[in-house]
Nanobody, 124 residues
Framework: QVQLVESGGELVQAGGSLRLSCAAS????????MGWFRQAPGKEHEFVAT????????LHSDSVKGRFTISRDNAKNTVFLQMNSLKSEDTARYYC?????????????????WGQGTQVTVSS
């Protein structure tokens, strides 16, 4: 069992930056592939980024590529999402997710554990 707690979401102006964190409890963190998803009001969950257990591989959605970066610190059981050049369309609740294999996955159906989310609001 893995428990995930996100933090770092807040109100920010367009063009600004935020860094989201997701702290994980449980067993060996490097055994888990990790992902970030987001959900805006009235919309479906959207894939944002995923990273392998070792951190050597990552994938970002086209909508955030070049602006967002996923990373992880296995010694601290934490995954991060650095968000730069934020746009109003990035406004959403951001969720951290873990899967029990240490490889990438862009679909939420492959994830086994989810956090409660953190709200990011970008004002234009």
């Amino acid at each position: 069992q893995v428990q995930l707690v996100e933090s770092g979401g807040e109100l920010v102006q367009a063009g600004g930056s935020l860094r989201l964190s997701c702290a994980a409890s449980g067993r060996t963190f490097s055994n888990y592939g990790m992902g970030w998803f987001r959900q805006a009001p009235g919309k479906e969950h959207e894939f944002v980024a995923t990273i392998s257990g070792s951190g050597s591989s990552a994938l970002h959605s086209d909508s955030v590529k070049g602006r967002f970066t996923i990373s992880r610190d296995n010694a601290k059981n934490t995954v991060f999402l650095q968000m730069n050049s934020l746009k109003s369309e990035d406004t959403a609740r951001y969720y951290c997710a873990a899967r029990t294999v240490p490889i990438l996955a862009a679909s939420r159906i492959f994830y086994d554990f989810w956090g409660q989310g953190t709200q990011v609001t970008v004002s234009s």
